[in-house]
């Protein structure tokens, strides 16, 4: 049973907690698969320094190894491997989900898919929405003080000012973009959200098609850097652009244009290649600004690597070595590409190999702001890492749900045909158990699941089911699956 806190507790605090001095130490950790972690730190900066400007960027459907520090080599990156050299680049991070709604939901509350709100991407009924009982990251920093804004893709519904679900009621004073799901897919839309009004957007003589959103969300994360660089009050700026996924559209995909490579495939790489110039150019507007080291920066993207549209991750080698894709519950469906930066709290170059959820960002954020984090999620908080001192706790368990209506040919192929059932998948220091029910009804009885296990740490790629050869472990995984589920979100009021 979840224990729950008060929303009063969390969203108002003490005085004290609003005037925390900042941090005084950089840290580099290194962890094996196992959690296990040990820090070098740096000769502190024993200047007091205000609570941390915090900007969040999450790209959409960018795969674990579509970047160059993570191995890339036909896409260039160099915005976004800039950022991993001079910070902090984690190897085992994971998404919460392997597809987009769970996976934010997730990511923005602090609770694994077995206890969250929203379980799975819209089937054929309207967008499910998060409400009055979830509490964000968002919510957790503007009571501690912070200015807050989202740009980009929320991905909940419904598509209305003034409910519980729209990202105003959700923590943010400021919302441009997308609200539900599926309109995000539509890179030229005719309207945008602009905080609870429907904006309708004009044709310029540049874009027949219609106005591209990425350069609009690009223009307004640049202007809420530049208004509140010189404020008292720090800001927490989410970052959700829908690039790169499909359909794979990009205003000048020129720099791939004579490439051999399909349409879709050039428009992919210069997607990502957008992904690297708003990174870039946020960072160079926070130099510009003289936040640069007031700031933390994190990185990272919702699942791994899509292949609708005709787009293929297996020419971009866009999970490495690992097995799945977007929708699977393998490597590939969710590690993703997770990357810290903080010039004067983390020392350039660091690594971990921290098993990393994304469900650990609300505890961060907190920490890192000077908030405490609501009762009984199930992140844990990674500042350690980021210039706060102390070494992070390792996870007990890191559990993912899976239910989608769509499979498409890669992912069911890695799948081996089961890309339609439901699948939960749990890891526990090197040992990583995949099961698939029957159909789609996760109350089956254990004889009908296909189960399988994988040691992580000898076999990354997820090849050789070893299930048959420990059955003790099997079956105590098994258990804790079992017990990661709740069949209601817990009342977080």
Known sequence: MHATSSRRQILTGSAAALGLAGFTAAVTALADDTGATTARTSAPDLKPR???????????????????????????????????????????????????????CSMLTGLHSGHAAVRSNPFHAGQAPLGDGDTTFAEVLRGRGYRTACIGKWGFGPELPD??????????????????????????????????????LTANAHEARGTYAPELFRRRALDFVSRNASGDA?????????????????VEPAEYARRLWSPANKG????????????????????????ERDT??????????HEEGGADPDQFRATGDLRGYKRN??????????????????????VSHRPT???????????????????GIDGLSVAGLMGAGGRPEAHRYLYWFRNDPHATPRAQAADRGRGLRVCEALRQGEWKLVRFAPGR???????????ELYNLRKDPGERHDVAGRHPRIVAGMLRQLKDAWTDRPPVRV
């Open 234 to 250: 720090p800001f927490l700026l989410y970052v959700a652009p829908n690039v790169p996924h499909a359909p794979s559209r990009a």
């Open 329 to 350: 519950l393998y490597e590939g469906g969710i590690r993703v590409p997770l990357i810290a930066w903080a010039p004067g709290r983390i020392e350039p170059g660091a």
């Open 441 to 451: 009804d996760r109350t089956a009885p254990d004889h009908l699941w296909d189960v």
């Open 357 to 375: 959820p994304l469900t650990d960002l609300l505890p961060t954020l907190a920490e890192l702001g000077g908030a405490d984090a609501p009762d």
């Open 50 to 104: 205000r609570r941390p400007h915090l900007v969040v960027i999450v790209a959409d459907d960018l795969g674990s190894g579509e970047l160059g520090a993570y191995g890339q080599r036909l896409i260039s990156t160099p915005r976004m491997d800039e950022l991993a050299a001079g910070g902090l680049r984690f190897t085992h991070a994971y998404a919460a989900a392997p597809v987009c709604a769970p996976s934010r």
């Open 163 to 200: 409910q519980a679900s729209h990202p105003n009621r959700r923590g943010f004073d400021e919302f441009y973009g997308y609200i539900g799901h599926g309109r995000a897919h539509d890179y030229y839309p005719e309207s945008l959200w602009d905080n609870g009004r429907r904006t309708v």
């Open 268 to 291: 992919h790489a210069a997607q990502v290649g957008q992904l690297d110039t708003l990174v870039g150019d946020l960072v160079d507007r926070l130099r510009a600004e003289g936040l």
């Open 296 to 305: 933390v920066l994190l990185l990272t993207s919702d699942n791994g690597p």
